[in-house]
């Protein structure tokens, strides 16, 4: 283990590039989910820190100390930064592990991917490419790129740090500045990438953290006027609540919301590949991921067969201590979530599901005061059931058979969310078939859960609007500004 104190020091937001107390001096704990411990605290914000924050954002936006670099000085600065998060990786890692209940090996993968971010859009900063128009009496039109300004972004607490260079990779990339407000639950990575960034040389006020409760720091940088942009990852509900405080203000959003993803199973497919994918699908991240594939949706022929595979994978996924190497699968984040995730399967099987496996909470040691539950599996789930409509959230998958295409389309179809789908089938025709058939921002076929940077990502329905990552990202921040040079001598509009 490499020490982690470094990253907890006294607790404090970031705001114009130095760490301050919140403005009561209010602080909150932070908690091990895997233990149950509280081993650090944090700045519990205020609106007065919010304002603070966007204050500092606008004056650095304004003055053009980051917004007005030559793009390649930006990504310069971006890939230091990047490469500051590898040199730390590993405390980094820990650090994660440590707020989030994630195993060590997937806490060392997001910290790389963090990092991987930053490097991406660094490459890509100055890069925004416009267009030329030569008008009618020698007027040319020019539509250039230019940063939204002051940017909210509003991240969850299941990929903290990843989330970090996610939003913070195109937000500053572009030129903008921002403020970052992460999840009460997990805000010690965050602050620690904010750190970095000053190390490497981003100048104060670019990169603002506010910690605080969702309600306080989020609803107060959701209201705020001079807050250009907000960039929300989190829950459907909560998404609507921003989406009405943006309204109030008039100003963008953009949502990432929930899901209920599909992963349809056609009888030809290659079940060796097919299982073992549809639980990665579900269980990676102890469930608690945007896009989880948390319905299984399998040919009526091969249903059986293929609860027994899925169930046997599923009862091997290991689930241990999350800084024991051998972990696939952690703690979920909270003792609260914990409890929701266990009130679904038990309103499941109150409703007439079956547990194939799981669906009990590990209590004994080495889980004992940890938020530790198993990969558990639903059989005869139908389609009206909550369990099957509503985001879950945990590691919880509900397996339903079809009998044909059109059963299987209208299955995949039959929820409110929109983000994710995949689509397994030896018939290359069939899977793009059914696949266009499906209202999903993100389509797999014969895979699951590849998240290329490359690819934008964002949902449709209930799963939000607007897209991240690739080059959309990027057109997320910024904003068209057409400008319109004269050309043949203006003629007064008002001479007889
Ligand atoms: P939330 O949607 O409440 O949290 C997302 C972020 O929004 C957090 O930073 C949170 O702060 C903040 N927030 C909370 N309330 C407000 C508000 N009124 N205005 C602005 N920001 C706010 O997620 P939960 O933790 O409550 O999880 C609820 C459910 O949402 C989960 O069970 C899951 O179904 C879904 N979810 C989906 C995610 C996704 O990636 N699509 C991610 C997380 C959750 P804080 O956490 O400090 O309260």
Not at 50 to 62: I, K, N, W
Not at 251 to 271: H, M, N, W, Y
Request: aromatic share 6%; hydrophobic share 45%; glycine share 12%.
């Amino acid at each position: 283990m490499v020490s982690i104190e470094r990253f907890l020091g006294e607790p404090g937001h970031i705001i114009d590039g130095v760490r301050v107390a919140a403005s009561d001096g209010g602080t909150l704990p932070v908690e091990d989910p895997a233990t149950g411990e509280v081993f650090a605290s944090i700045a519990a914000g205020t609106p007065a820190d919010v304002d603070r924050a966007v204050a500092s954002a606008r004056a650095a936006f304004r003055d053009g100390r980051w917004s007005r670099l030559p793009g390649i000085e930006r990504g310069r600065i971006l890939t230091r930064l990047a490469a500051l998060i590898r040199d730390h990786a590993e405390e980094l890692a820990e650090l994660e592990t440590r707020d989030t209940g994630h195993p060590i090996g997937d806490a060392r993968f997001d910290v790389a991917d963090t990092a991987h971010h930053f490097e991406y859009y660094a490459g890509l900063a100055g890069k925004s490419v416009g267009q030329a128009h030569q008008l009618a009496n020698g007027q040319l039109l020019n539509v250039v790129h230019v940063p939204a300004g002051v940017v909210g972004a509003i991240n969850p607490w299941n990929f903290p740090i990843a989330g970090a260079g996610l939003k913070g990779g195109p937000i500053l990339a572009s030129g903008n500045s921002m403020v970052m407000k992460p999840s009460n639950l997990t805000s010690l990575s965050t602050l620690a990438v904010a750190e970095l960034a000053i190390e490497a040389g981003l100048p104060p006020g670019v990169f603002n953290v506010v910690t605080g409760s969702g309600s306080v720091v989020g609803g107060a940088i959701a209201r705020h006027p001079d807050v250009d942009i907000v960039s929300f990852t989190g829950g459907t509900e909560t998404g609507m609540q921003v989406m009405r405080d943006r309204a109030d203000v008039g100003r963008r959003v953009q949502l990432e919301l929930g899901g209920k993803s599909p992963t349809i199973v056609f009888e030809d497919a290659d079940l060796d590949e097919a299982v073992p994918a549809a639980a990665f699908g579900i269980f990676m991240n102890q469930g608690q991921n945007c896009s989880a594939g948390s319905r299984i949706l399998v040919q009526a022929s091969i249903h059986d067969r293929f609860v027994e595979a899925l169930t046997a994978r599923a009862a091997a996924i290991r689930v241990l201590p999350p800084f024991d190497p051998r972990a696939q699968q952690g703690a979920l984040i909270s003792g609260e979530h914990l409890a929701k995730v266990d009130g679904w399967v038990q309103r499941a099987v109150a409703d007439g599901a079956r547990v194939t496996t799981g669906g009990r909470r590990l209590t004994d040691a080495p889980f004992a005061g940890g938020h530790f539950y198993p990969p558990t599996v639903l059989a005869d789930v139908t389609p009206d059931a909550a369990v099957f409509q509503e985001e879950v959230f945990g590691p919880v998958v509900v397996v339903v058979p079809f009998t044909d295409e059109a059963e299987a389309i209208a299955l995949a179809n039959a929820t409110r969310y929109g983000l994710a789908a995949s689509v397994w089938s030896a018939d290359i025709r069939r899977a793009m078939r059914v696949g266009a058939a499906i209202d999903t921002g993100f389509l797999w076929i014969n895979t699951i859960n590849s998240h290329p940077i490359e690819a934008p990502f964002g949902g449709v329905k209930d799963s939000g609007f607007g897209r991240e990552e690739g080059l959309a990202a990027i057109e997320n921040y910024m904003v068209q500004r057409s400008i319109i040079v004269g050309g043949d001598r203006f003629v007064d509009p008002y001479a007889d």
